[in-house]
């Protein structure tokens, strides 16, 4: 009985343990660094994805453009049983010298010009047979720019898809800084709020103490309950950011996170922001789109002129047929024939309708090359607005950096102060105010420069080495 017993046990403990285990699991947090969550973003974004498989799309283009320059073979076979066979007319002054031909002694009415039903059939019965048809392009414009053109658009999708990864690079990383940006906050509305309270806790064993008075302990309650509506926000502030990080990436919206990360100044090499232009206009993957698009329409310009061009085209053929009246082939009852041949052909008017055409793509062309001019435009402005960006943030952290070592310092002094009854609380207010605006002001600055190096590498088109493993 006690062995049963303690089996039980052992397995109920085992399934307890099981149970732990799973919730834990389940409640843990998804720890999430910006390199997990770029390459969540790479896997799980729709566009990207579609991006992805339009590029593969585009390379079937290119190897069904290849195939219209290709022979074209074709393999075919027929049985044909004529159940009802057809009949044929003839006139009769074609009908009765023939058959008089056949039987002198026949007699005929004299010919009207009236047809006549012919007895029997001319038609075959059975009919069987097999062919093999060669076709071979020798010239067609068409089809040679055709290829030209499939290649050029496998490179546009491409460069499209570049995009999509960037864009979502950038998206990503924003999204991460947001959240941080968002997290540190939070974290310095609650020290905020333990400081208030140990302050007002100090404040008030100095007012039983006699020490300090009676506004002192209002102002340092007024100061802790001030702060509560701040905390809350920055809670709340950071939920909605840690759901648009949940939403770029693509995970859902009830789950956990815990962002690795901290928000930590990057400096961007100099030699990189002082070519930011020629990088630019180097490797930006849109300008390299467009001008893919520019390409393609002058392709097409091509194209419809290659219709004032002919066609040239060889071919042959190989059949072998049979033909009776009975279902008993042999054989010996096949024939065969064969045939090869060259055929040109030209249009000669098509109602201005190639003229048209021909018009219509050089617009197109026109269109594009006005577009690129209009990108490289606001390429350069984007450039040199990201580049100031990043040099006043990073002078105002500079400057952020030395005025929280002052408030820093400013804050230590007063509290001395006020705890030696040299100060009074609105002074220590005021400080703690001071060195929480610096705080904010550095968070600041670190983000607005994280977010304008993110822009320039979204400008320049550069992926992570973490992102360029997922790039194909």
């Known amino acids: 009985m006690i062995p049963r017993i303690a089996l039980s046990l052992f397995f109920l403990l085992s399934w307890c343990n099981s149970i732990d285990r799973m919730l834990a699991?389940?409640?843990?947090?998804?720890?999430?660094?910006?390199?997990?969550?770029?390459?969540?973003?790479?896997?799980?974004?729709p566009d990207v994805r579609t991006s992805k498989l339009e590029k593969e799309k585009a390379g079937g283009r290119v190897l069904e453009a290849w195939g219209n320059a290709m022979p074209s073979v074709d393999v075919s076979s027929q049985y044909v049983h004529l159940i009802d066979k057809p009949v044929s007319y003839f006139p009769d002054y074609l009908i009765y010298p023939l058959y008089k031909i056949m039987d002198?002694?026949?007699?005929?009415?004299?010919?009207?010009?009236?047809?006549?039903?012919?007895?029997?059939?001319?038609?075959?019965?059975?009919?069987?047979?097999?062919?093999?048809?060669?076709?071979?392009?020798?010239?067609?414009?068409?089809?040679?720019?055709?290829v030209g053109a499939a290649t050029i658009y496998s490179h546009l999708a491409s460069d499209l898809y570049e995009i999509k990864k960037v864009e979502t690079?950038?998206?990503?990383?924003?999204?991460?800084?947001?959240?941080?940006?968002?997290?540190?906050?939070?974290?310095?509305?609650?020290?905020?709020?333990?400081?208030?309270?140990?302050?007002?806790?100090?404040?008030?064993?100095?007012?039983?103490?006699?020490?300090?008075?009676?506004y002192d302990e209002l102002r340092a309650t007024v100061g802790v309950e001030n702060v509560r509506p701040l905390v809350i926000q920055s809670e709340n502030g950071f939920e909605l950011a840690l759901d648009a990080l949940r939403n770029t990436v693509g995970m859902a919206n009830k789950e956990e996170l815990a962002l690795v990360d901290s928000l930590k100044f990057q400096v961007v090499d100099d030699s990189i922001v002082a070519q930011a232009e020629d990088l630019v206009?180097?490797?930006n993957p849109g300008l390299s789109a467009i001008q893919r698009q520019i390409e393609l329409n002058g392709a097409a310009v091509n194209a419809e002129r290659s219709n004032y061009l002919p066609t040239i085209l060889a071919f042959g053929s190989y059949q072998y047929q049979a033909i009776k009246n009975e279902f008993n082939f042999s054989t010996n009852d096949f024939y065969k024939n064969s045939q090869v041949g060259v055929?040109?052909?030209?249009?000669?008017?098509?109602?201005?309708?190639?003229?048209?055409?021909?018009?219509?793509?050089?617009?197109?062309?026109?269109?594009?090359?006005?577009?690129?001019?209009?990108?490289?435009?606001?390429?350069?402005?984007?450039?040199?607005?990201?580049?100031?960006?990043?040099?006043?943030?990073?002078?105002?952290?500079?400057?952020?950096?030395?005025?929280?070592?002052?408030?820093?310092?400013?804050?230590?002094?007063?509290?001395?102060?006020?705890?030696?009854?040299?100060?009074?609380?609105?002074?220590?207010?005021?400080?703690?105010?001071?060195?929480?605006?610096?705080?904010?002001?550095?968070?600041?600055?670190?983000?607005?420069?994280?977010?304008?190096?993110?822009?320039?590498?979204?400008?320049?088109?550069?992926?992570?080495?973490?992102?360029?493993?997922?790039?194909?």
């Open 25 to 45: 699991q389940q409640s843990a947090p998804t720890q999430l660094t910006i390199e997990k969550a770029v390459q969540l973003a790479l896997r799980n974004n």
């Open 343 to 472: 055929s040109l052909s030209i249009n000669l008017f098509q109602g201005m309708q190639t003229y048209a055409r021909v018009e219509q793509a050089q617009l197109e062309e026109q269109k594009s090359e006005e577009q690129k001019t209009a990108l490289e435009r606001n390429l350069r402005t984007g450039v040199h607005s990201v580049r100031s960006n990043m040099q006043q943030a990073r002078k105002r952290l500079e400057a952020q950096e030395k005025t929280i070592e002052m408030a820093e310092r400013g804050y230590r002094i007063v509290t001395t102060r006020f705890l030696s009854s040299a100060a009074t609380q609105l002074e220590v207010n005021d400080a703690e105010l001071a060195l929480t605006q610096a705080k904010v002001n550095r968070i600041q600055a670190v983000y607005d420069y994280l977010v304008a190096a993110a822009d320039l590498d979204q400008l320049i088109g550069r992926l992570p080495s973490y992102a360029m493993n997922l790039a194909n």
């Open 281 to 283: 206009l180097e490797m």
């Open 104 to 146: 002198s002694t026949a007699r005929f009415p004299k010919a009207t010009g009236q047809l006549v039903l012919l007895p029997g059939s001319m038609s075959p019965a059975f009919t069987a047979g097999a062919s093999l048809n060669v076709r071979q392009i020798l010239f067609n414009g068409a089809v040679f720019v055709g």
């Open 169 to 214: 690079v950038t998206k990503v990383k924003k999204a991460y800084y947001g959240a941080l940006v968002a997290r540190e906050v939070l974290g310095l509305t609650r020290s905020n709020l333990k400081n208030g309270e140990d302050n007002l806790k100090n404040v008030q064993l100095m007012r039983k103490q006699g020490i300090v008075s009676e």
